[in-house]
Nanobody, 120 residues
């Protein structure tokens, strides 16, 4: 059974940094991604990385500020978030899937989410 556990969220000020972690168990997967959902908005793709770590993908809104990485030995994916903005406030979810995709519906397993709040 696949289990994804996120951690690292919190309350920070604009311009600060946070690092999210997602520990996976129950298998290895081709694609690990982060999504986020702000109140009243649809869940959106943030960043993704393939199993080898050789390919990464980012939403335009976070490109240059966020970095996704992984530690295969620990089966853990990280999202380093720098220069945070109030509009980054959301619940951040980790998800795994069989191929590179930015679509929510292509991911079958999700974590419980971790809240990130950025104050101005």
């Amino acid at each position: 059974q696949v289990q994804l556990v996120e951690s690292g969220g919190g309350l920070v000020q604009a311009g600060d940094s946070l690092r999210l972690s997602c520990a996976a168990s129950g298998g290895t997967f081709s694609m690990y991604s982060w999504f986020r959902q702000a109140p009243g908005k649809e869940r959106e793709f943030v960043a993704g990385i393939n199993w080898s770590g050789g390919s990464t993908y980012y939403a335009d809104s976070v490109k240059g500020r966020f970095t996704i990485s992984r530690d295969n030995a620990k089966n853990t994916v990280y999202l380093q978030m720098n220069s945070l903005k109030p509009e980054d406030t959301a619940v951040y979810y980790c998800a795994v899937g069989p191929y590179a995709s930015r679509r929510v519906t292509d991911y079958g397993s999700w974590g419980q989410g971790t809240q990130v709040t950025v104050s101005s």
